[in-house]
């Protein structure tokens, strides 16, 4: 995965550009085994650091490897929320698996994304679920087809009901 490989959104945001830049600075930790706090570091100096104007067209910026400084914060959060919980959250996403998935079968991609939603979704004071779950399923369709959707779409509705079961209303029995 290189960066800026995902086509954003249209009209992206800054808080869309974090968690596109999560999801690759995972990918980077991922495949590298650098520690998360290194690749978050190098990510600030290196790719968050583009200051937004008023009306700023953030999409494009990011379709150049650009992100927002607006962004620093809440990839900050995300980074360091997996890195301080990687054990849980890995044993979070494998329990949303399927029975005999293992973690290490997913797509690097793929589990970047799960990686950082999770991170999102295990704090209850962040963004309501169903943003963080439209969000990462933006990032997944840039990076995947309907087949590849559909799985992570099941996956990460699974996570979000397991560590945010508040910002869901009780199914009916």
């Keep these: 995965m290189t960066p800026g490989a995902a086509p954003p959104a ?3 945001r800054p808080r869309t550009a974090a968690r ?8 980077q930790v991922d495949q590298t085994g650098s520690p998360p706090e290194a690749v978050m570091n190098e990510f600030i100096r290196h790719r968050l650091s583009v200051p937004a104007a008023p009306g700023a067209d953030f999409a494009a910026g990011i379709a ?3 992100t927002p400084t607006e962004a620093v ?3 900050v959060a995300i980074i360091r929320g997996w890195a301080t919980r ?7 996403i494998a329990a949303a698996l399927a029975a005999g998935w293992p973690m290490h079968r997913l797509d690097p991609v793929l589990r970047s994304i799960f990686r950082a939603a999770a991170s999102e979704l295990f704090d209850a004071g962040g963004a309501p679920a169903r943003v963080v779950l439209d969000e ?3 990032v ?4 995947f087809g309907p087949e590849e959707t559909r799985f992570a779409n099941g996956v990460m509705d699974t996570l979000a009901h397991r560590l945010r079961a508040q910002d869901f209303p009780a199914r009916p029995a």
């Design 20 to 27: 596109l830049a999560a999801v690759q600075a995972l990918y």
């Design 64 to 66: 150049e490897g650009e």
């Design 10 to 12: 249209q009209g992206a």
């Design 73 to 75: 914060p809440l990839f």
């Design 86 to 92: 990687a054990e849980a959250l890995d044993a979070a």
């Design 136 to 138: 990462y399923m933006d």
């Design 140 to 143: 997944a369709h840039g990076f």
